[in-house]
């Protein structure tokens, strides 16, 4: 995998978990 991918995936996860934790309030 390169580079570039594992920056947008670790973006993406970030994302994930800010819309989970607005989520849950």
Wanted: glycine share 4%; proline share 0%; hydrophobic share 40%.
């Amino acid at each position: 995998m390169s580079i570039c991918a594992t920056l947008v995936y670790s973006q993406i996860g970030r994302l994930q978990s800010i819309v989970d934790h607005e989520r849950f309030k």
